[in-house]
Every structure is written in C-alpha cells, then in structure tokens.
C-alpha cells in the first residue's frame, strides 16, 4: 500500500475511533445521570425504611431484581453474569446508604 493511501485510512480510522469514543463518552454520561436519579429514589427508600422500622435490605426483593436484570441483560444481548455482577455492586451500596439512615434515624 502507498504511504499516502495508508495515510488516508490510518486517518479514517482515527476519524472512527474518535466517533466511537464519543458516542461512549455520552453513553457513560447517561449512565451516570441515571444512577444519580436511581439513587435519589432509594434513598427515599432508606428513609421510608428507617421511619417505620424496616430493615435496610430486602433479599427476597434482592432476589427477584437479579432474576429481572438477568432476564433483561438476555434480551439485550449482555452477558447476565455482568449484569448481575453490576447489579450486586449497585444494592450493596443502596443497602449500605439505607444502613447509614437507619443508624441516624435509630
């Protein structure tokens, strides 16, 4: 290949990249904006929670997120075990927020 026409693909492809990236940078934006609103919910959870003396988690609920999210991710085309591996990450910090409530309000 000449160099000018390596040139111009090695320049297509960096025009890509860059494309690519940015949908990626707006993607993960979104992701963040959506956690925020989700943790601004159960956060009014853990208070609802802690004022009527309920306890900061609910496995059984827990349980039936998983079984959603995995069914979701399949959907999706997303590994389940990621999805669920995210969505354990996520309740384990949700629960830890609701235990932080639960320990000002008791």
């Known amino acids: 290949m000449a160099k000018g026409v390596q040139a111009d693909v090695q320049a297509g492809v960096q025009a890509e990249l860059h494309r690519l990236r940015l949908s990626i940078d707006n993607m993960d934006a979104a992701l963040v904006h959506l956690l925020a609103e989700r943790f601004k ?34 959907e999706s085309h997303l590994d389940p075990e990621f999805a669920e591996k995210f969505l354990n990450f996520i309740v384990a910090e949700v629960v830890r927020h609701h235990e932080a409530i639960a320990n000002r309000a008791g």
């Open 41 to 74: 919910i159960t956060q009014e959870v853990g208070e609802l929670k802690a004022a009527n003396g309920l306890p900061p988690a609910d496995p059984e609920r827990e349980v039936q997120q998983i079984a959603r999210l995995r069914a979701l991710a399949s």
